[in-house]
């Protein structure tokens, strides 16, 4: 079998297991297994691999035809151009969320950052490595996705801190700027999601309660005593949450709110300012 009979007979697979993104999933992890580029496959598409090569390529297919995300099956993930590592502890990094980071690198320089809800530790990471700022504290209620985070910043080599904390309770201190990706997702709506999301990414991190706004009431109530005068505060939100977070931070006296939007157009961070 070639390398070009094995993509076939993966991609073929992928679509009878109804995977969305088939195409695109049985060339990842070709590549990901082979460790081959584009241009490596383009140029030698006819190279013969082993029966032992080939039945290692089928176990990462039939994985993802469980619908295993992908980045579960390779333990990784891209973000602002960065690998991080990721694991079923934490949530995948998405494209969604980089809007956020690059708003807030507007401001980031030399700053104290504050990341609540922390993950996988991308965001703050990211701040970290292309932001040059001051310090970074992530917070997450999870041993487990801090564990991740910390691996993370060792392995880009940046000087962060990461604590357990359920919101700010354990949090010391003020800063410059917060950021935050809380659970966002109204209970109700989380069996809808794809299996991808509900069956293997951690409910913790996705279920915002009853209509997906608790988590911004909690964190916005405490926000003014942990963020300096003129500290600055950046929230991704769902795509229909735009006026009622930024109808929250104004109930709490912040200035200069935003709503900015994603690539698709949708609604994707919620920033205002400190009085």
């Known amino acids: 079998m070639t390398l070009e009979d094995a993509l076939k007979e993966g991609r ?3 679509q009878g297991k109804n995977i969305e993104d088939c195409h695109i999933d049985a060339w990842y992890l070709l590549s990901y ?8 496959f383009y140029l030698h598409p006819n190279k013969m691999v082993t029966e032992i090569q080939i039945e290692g ?11 295993i ?39 980031a320089q030399g700053k104290d950052v504050l990341d609540m809800c922390t993950g996988s530790g991308c ?11 001051h310090s970074g504290l992530g917070v997450d209620i999870s041993e487990n996705a801090l564990a991740i985070a910390r691996e993370n910043a060792t392995t880009l080599d940046v000087n962060l801190q990461f604590m357990q904390s359920n919101l700010f309770e354990n949090v010391q201190g003020k800063f410059d700027i917060i950021v935050s990706n809380p659970p966002y997702i109204p209970t ?23 209509d997906g706004l608790h988590f911004y009431r909690t964190i916005i109530k405490q926000l003014s005593t942990y ?5 600055y ?43």
């Open 123 to 133: 965001i703050l990471i990211s701040l970290g490595k292309l932001g040059n700022i």
């Open 12 to 14: 073929s697979y992928l």
């Open 188 to 210: 109700a709506d989380i069996m809808g999601l794809m299996e991808e999301v509900k069956n293997h990414e951690p409910i913790i991190a996705l279920d915002g309660e009853t």
């Open 233 to 275: 505060v950046f929230f991704e939100i769902g795509h229909n949450q735009g006026e009622e977070v930024s109808q929250l931070l104004q109930e709490h006296d912040f200035h200069n709110i935003k709503i900015i939007k994603d690539l698709a157009g949708l609604d994707r961070v919620v920033s205002g300012q400190n009085c």
């Open 69 to 107: 995300p992908l980045q579960h099956i390779t333990g990784e993930q891209e973000f602002m151009g960065l690998s991080f590592k990721v694991s079923k502890d934490v949530l995948i990094p998405r494209q969604d969320t980089e809007i956020l980071v690059q708003e807030a690198l507007k401001y």
């Open 57 to 67: 390529y089928r176990n990462l297919i039939r994985q993802r035809g469980q619908h």
């Open 227 to 231: 963020l300096k005068p003129s500290g």
């Open 33 to 40: 297994f082979f460790k081959i580029s584009r241009a490596d």
